[in-house]
């Protein structure tokens, strides 16, 4: 059973102080942007946190890892024969809707950008820089294909290798 609310059904909760929110983001992104208050814990790092008691919202940017995020933890609870650690509820389409209706996120001074925008001035720089070294060697020209097919994958998959090499730069490592 997935629970979803809405952005501003989740900005109700929030003001009543219902439940608490977590983010299954990477401390990058979380610094970023985020709904004030919220906590964050990192979906690879969830099954092992010690998570507070009541009620839970889980957010992401899009939707898929906090709806991932619920389908480990209802499978967590179902392993251990217990109806359910409480209860959740994840933010319908992530994060993306809630600043779609004009709902404010916190952020993090000295924050890095945004990681979609660093793949996007990555994957950019490295088509056209293939593009540039074609002129002069024509094989450089399997650099924008490589990316291309990058791109494609991480569209169809949701794995984006050059998101994950660009996670670990030194930038992107935010102290929680």
């Given at each position: 059973?997935?629970?979803?609310l809405?952005?501003?059904?989740?900005?109700?909760?929030?003001?009543?102080?219902?439940?608490?929110?977590?983010?299954?983001?990477?401390?990058?992104?979380?610094?970023?942007?985020h709904?004030?208050?919220?906590i964050?814990?990192?979906?690879?790092?969830?099954?092992?946190?010690?998570?507070?008691?009541g009620?839970i919202?889980l957010?992401?940017?899009?939707?898929?890892?906090s709806?991932?995020?619920?389908?480990q933890?209802?499978?967590?609870?179902?392993?251990?024969?217990?109806?359910?650690?409480?209860?959740?509820?994840?933010?319908?389409?992530?994060?993306?809707?809630?600043?779609?209706?004009?709902?404010?996120?916190?952020?993090f001074?000295?924050?890095?950008?945004?990681?979609?925008?660093?793949?996007?001035?990555?994957?950019?720089?490295?088509?056209?820089?293939?593009?540039?070294?074609s002129?002069?060697?024509?094989?450089?020209?399997?650099?924008?294909?490589m990316?291309?097919?990058?791109?494609?994958?991480?569209?169809?998959?949701?794995?984006?290798?050059?998101?994950?090499?660009?996670?670990?730069m030194?930038?992107?490592?935010?102290?929680?």
């Open positions: 059973m997935s629970n979803r809405s952005p501003r059904q989740l900005a109700e909760q929030i003001r009543k102080r219902t439940l608490t929110v977590i983010d299954v983001r990477e401390p990058a992104e979380f610094a970023s942007g709904i004030a208050g919220s964050n814990i990192p979906l690879q790092r969830l099954m092992h946190a010690e998570l507070p008691h009620a919202a957010v992401c940017q899009s939707g898929q890892r709806q991932r995020a619920m389908q933890l209802q499978a967590q609870a179902h392993k251990a024969h217990t109806d359910g650690p409480r209860d959740l509820w994840d933010l319908e389409h992530g994060l993306s809707s809630w600043a779609a209706v004009g709902l404010s996120l916190s952020r001074k000295r924050a890095p950008l945004p990681l979609m925008r660093q793949v996007q001035i990555g994957a950019g720089s490295l088509i056209l820089l293939g593009l540039a070294l002129n002069v060697a024509p094989a450089w020209i399997a650099l924008t294909w990316v291309g097919i990058g791109l494609t994958v991480a569209g169809i998959t949701g794995f984006c290798g050059l998101a994950r090499l660009l996670m670990a030194p930038w992107n490592r935010v102290s929680p």
